[in-house]
């Protein structure tokens, strides 16, 4: 399982070529909050961000991503409707977590996901603010299948209130 936040400005890596391609610059999620893949952000100032499909991805290690060639940077249009986590009009990081009977548990700050092919983001970390973070830290919010990614808040199911833990998942790597 990965912290999304750890993979953001990783460098993008051609093994074919060994050649940086760009860097990661968002993750890109569809409604369901399965991960499609990263926005790459390009070296030159004259080139475009490009789209980095998760299926593309040989490796995301702890220094960089690795791919197989140039050729799998795809155009971003056909992705510009769907969620990111943190850039754009559908971002999810500071959306607000509400419970369906109308708590608020937190605002989203970074996700986890796995590294597997079609992975689903399996969890949240929460803030309540910068104050709060440093007097209790933030909390880990388990992602389950009645999760919604809504344009203007995250949907979670009333019980999910009872699920909250005040620290990162034992098993974070």
């Given amino acids: ?31 369901n909050l399965q991960v499609l893949g990263m926005i790459v952000d390009r070296r030159n100032w004259f080139s475009a961000a490009r789209f980095l499909p998760w299926e593309d991805i040989l490796a995301i290690g702890t220094d960089a991503v690795t791919i197989a060639g140039v050729q799998v940077l795809r155009s971003l249009e056909e992705w510009k409707n769907t969620g990111t986590l943190l850039s754009g009009e559908r971002r999810m990081k500071g959306l607000p977590v509400i419970t369906r009977d109308g708590r608020q548990l937190g605002m989203v700050e970074d996700v986890y996901f796995g590294q597997e092919l079609g992975t689903k983001i399996v969890g949240y970390e929460l803030t309540q603010g910068l104050i709060d973070d440093l007097q209790e830290g933030r909390k880990w919010l388990p992602a389950g299948e009645a999760i919604l990614f809504g344009d203007d808040a995250v949907i979670v199911p009333a019980e999910y209130a009872e699920q909250l833990k005040e620290t990162k998942p034992s098993h974070y790597e």
């Fill in 1 to 31: 399982m990965r912290k999304a936040q750890d993979v953001i400005n990783l460098p993008v890596i051609d093994v074919s070529t060994g050649k940086q391609r760009g860097t990661v610059k968002d993750l890109v999620l569809d409604s």
